[in-house]
């Protein structure tokens, strides 16, 4: 018997299997997942090429993109077909014996000897190896249409073989994934569970998903009637008699209920894209169970909005504002965002960053286009019109669902949203000129009134002939609470904001005048000027006059670091203050560049 070519896996495959063996044994389960997923995305790959040449599709059954499922009770066997990309030979040990990936084996490195290992895995795809969870060995047979067909086989955890496959290219093209199970896993090999995973895990897959199936069916009448001798009929109805039950007989008999087995393949999923389908033919779990599948987590999103564009861009999408972060948001070199691009249903692209502005990376969805065309290339992708209204509608969209949000009644809802993204709505309003306006409103900070407010509201509690937005920028919220800086301001009952995200030293130099009306003034800056009534005037000018000695004083002994030292505006209680001019920086942007620099 033709043995194969025997490799052994990569250090970091072991590492990883280590890692997912380990920490993930609670929830076997997920390695059905992880397949089918692979075949999805085997499937999107052809798919995808094939709009460019159509015949690498193949003909007949082998053009139907799909997977097959079915399990083998007998030899303890499941089996997972699909009729994707498949792989070369070489495909097989690269893909399957090594992690080329720098992040997985960046991961690998962080989590191997970490207890915590389970929380962060389950953020990360875990990928082909899961299923040494539920297998003890498996065989992989893939066609490629670059290669003639091969069979990967591994029973351990340290080695595998490859080998052209003496069976010829059966699979026409495609992979399929053969598991011996476990003794302690038998549970995969009921249909009735393999039903149930997929509803749970897999039912977004835009590919149909068959489950071979046994099912118990009666048999017709015809057809039972037909095999039957007359000479068994005879001796049944004499049976009857003998058994005395002639009373009963003359009642319509019961007719005993002929059952046969049948088998058949059954579709587990519907594969038409939730995105296709009109928003009241969708409930919220389903929504939910969506963003799940595009997110890999298990977390509920803050909002969502399904949609569907007319006129010079015509695009359907479902953008989901999820629960929590990603951790690379601010990573700018990070691949992509959370926005899967299809053209006409056929997915292209999961990280084109061109999709969305860097401070909308966060956003989780799908945008389906009708108008681009469907053999795009990244190139073409990357400087297209198309792409650039679809960017444009999606940040509208976006704008809208933080408009609803912070118009609910439950203002908790927007101020949880807003501790969460409240950056990303700054760096908008930073970087998105043609959108400051409507992202400035939607700002909040905290003030010496408020838990968190938003300017418009600043604005209403103004006093009487209030006409600017004081403001202080600082390291944290109690550090400028204390400030002396702000004495004055509070003593004349104005409330003052408290900037004090590292972000907003670069927001409020782009702040215009809100409302076109009230002019922002920064209360750590010098100059600062309240409307004094006559007295006040005359007790400052008194007190300028009783101190020129003291101040010329200091001028002369600290001249070399100060620029200028006047009677203050600003100080009610506290004796003196230093501050910036008010075009130089502040401490606070000292504070951050010094932190930037390292
Ligand atoms: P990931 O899917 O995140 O890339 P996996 O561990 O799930 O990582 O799979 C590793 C690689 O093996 C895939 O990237 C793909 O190249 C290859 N692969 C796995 N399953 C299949 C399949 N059914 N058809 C084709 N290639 C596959
Ligand atoms: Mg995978």
Do not use: C
Not at 142 to 153: A, C, E, I, L, P
């Amino acid at each position: 018997e033709e043995k194969g070519e025997k490799f052994t896996f990569q250090t970091e495959v072991n590492k990883l299997m280590n890692i997912i063996i380990n920490s993930l044994y609670s929830k076997k389960e997920i390695f059905l997942r992880e397949l089918v997923s692979n075949a999805s995305d085997a499937l999107d790959k052809i798919r995808f090429l094939a709009l460019t040449n159509a015949d690498l599709l193949g003909e007949g059954e082998q053009s139907n993109l799909d997977i097959h499922i079915k399990i083998d009770k007998a030899n303890n066997v499941l089996h997972i077909t699909d009729k994707g990309i498949g792989m070369t030979k070489e495909e097989l040990v690269k893909n399957l014996g090594t992690i080329a990936q720098s992040g997985t084996k960046e991961f690998i490195k962080k989590v191997s000897d970490s207890a915590e290992s389970s929380n962060l895995i389950g953020q990360f795809g875990v990928g082909f190896y899961s299923l040494f969870l539920v297998a003890d060995s498996v065989v992989v047979t893939s066609k490629s249409n670059d290669d003639d067909q091969y069979v990967w086989t591994s029973d351990s955890q340290s080695s595998y073989t490859i080998a052209k496959d003496p069976k010829g290219n059966t699979l026409g093209r495609g992979t399929r994934i053969s598991l011996h199970i476990k003794d302690d896993s038998k549970e995969f090999l009921d249909q009735q569970v393999i039903k149930q995973l997929v509803k749970k895990y897999s039912q977004f897959i835009n590919f149909p998903i068959y489950l071979y199936v046994s099912e118990e069916v009666e048999v017709p009448k015809e057809e039972q009637e037909q095999p039957i001798s007359d000479e068994k009929d005879t001796e049944e109805e004499t049976t009857t008699t003998e058994e005395g039950e002639e009373e009963t007989a003359q009642e319509p008999v019961e007719e005993e209920k002929k059952t046969k087995t049948v088998y058949k393949w059954e579709e587990l999923n519907d594969s038409k894209p939730l995105w296709m389908k009109a928003a009241k033919d969708v409930s919220k779990e389903e929504y939910t169970e969506f963003f799940r599948s595009l997110s890999k987590t298990q977390d509920t999103p803050i909002t969502y909005s399904h949609f569907k564009t007319e006129g010079d861009t015509e695009f359907r999408s479902i953008l989901y504002i999820p629960e929590n972060p990603p951790s690379n948001m601010f990573d700018l070199d990070a691949a992509g965002s959370g926005l899967k691009l299809f053209v006409r249903r056929v997915f292209i692209t999961d990280n084109l960053k061109e999709l969305v502005p860097n401070w909308l990376r966060f956003l989780v969805g799908v945008i389906d286009s009708d108008d681009l065309p469907l053999n795009v290339s990244r190139e073409m992708l990357q400087q297209n019109k198309i792409l650039e209204a679809i960017k444009k509608k999606v940040i509208g969209k976006f704008i809208s669902m933080v408009k609803e949000l912070s118009e609910e009644e439950d203002k908790t809802k927007y101020h949880d949203f807003f501790k969460k993204f409240g950056s990303s709505l700054k760096l908008g309003a930073i970087e998105d000129q043609a959108n400051k306006k409507r992202l400035t409103k939607y700002l909040l900070f905290p003030s010496s009134k408020e838990e968190l407010t938003s300017f418009a509201d600043y604005v209403g509690r103004m006093k009487e002939g209030q006409d600017q937005i004081y403001f202080i920028t600082g390291k944290s919220k109690d550090s400028v609470e204390a400030s002396p800086l702000i004495e004055q301001a509070i003593k004349r009952g104005y409330e003052v904001l408290f900037m004090v995200d590292p972000i907003d030293e670069y927001l409020v130099p782009q702040l215009d005048k809100f409302d076109d009306k009230f002019k922002f003034t920064n209360l750590a800056r010098s100059g600062v000027k309240f409307n004094e009534d006559k007295e006040e005037e005359d007790q400052r000018k008194q007190t300028a006059e009783e101190f020129k000695p003291l101040i010329s004083y200091l001028k002369k002994t600290l001249s070399d670091k100060l620029e200028k030292v006047v009677v203050s505006k600003v100080l009610a209680d506290s004796p003196s203050i230093l501050v910036s001019n008010s075009w130089g920086v502040t401490a606070n942007q000292e504070r951050i560049m010094k932190a930037q620099a390292h």
